[in-house]
Nanobody, 123 residues
Framework: QVQLGESGGGLVQAGGSLRPSCAGS????????MGWSGQAPGKEREWVAY???????YYADSVKGRFTISRDNAKNTVYLQMNSLKPADTAVYYC?????????????????WGQGTQVTVSS
């Protein structure tokens, strides 16, 4: 079964950038469509971005134009480039393969999660 390890979060000022990454192990991610989700303190996990195994990308309205999801199949890694960060983006970010049916922008479509990486944006 695939395992995931997120890294690359951190503390940044509003307007700054981060690039979390998600490395797969145990199985190639190439056959999976992948998603990133964020969970803010005291809130439910919410879908943020999606990339199909063919490279099509989709974003939540709250991050559209600021975040970019990409994948490097040779490195078995998925990235989330985060620009123009806002304090409201503060959350633990998780990547996951889409292993269930249903809509891609629902966290219910994903059931294999890594440990997450903390992103904190100060004002």
């Amino acid at each position: 079964q695939v395992q995931l390890g997120e890294s690359g979060g951190g503390l940044v000022q509003a307007g700054g950038s981060l690039r979390p990454s998600c490395a797969g192990s145990g199985r190639s991610l190439i056959t999976y469509s992948m998603g990133w989700s964020g969970q803010a303190p005291g809130k439910e996990r919410e879908w943020v971005a999606y990339i199909s195994n063919g490279g099509s990308t989709y974003y939540a309205d709250s991050v559209k134009g600021r975040f970019t999801i990409s994948r490097d199949n040779a490195k078995n890694t998925v990235y989330l480039q985060m620009n123009s960060l806002k304090p409201a983006d503060t959350a633990v970010y998780y990547c996951a393969p889409r292993t269930r049916g249903g809509i891609y922008y629902s966290v219910a479509a994903y059931d294999i999660w890594g440990q997450g990486t903390q992103v904190t944006v100060s004002s």
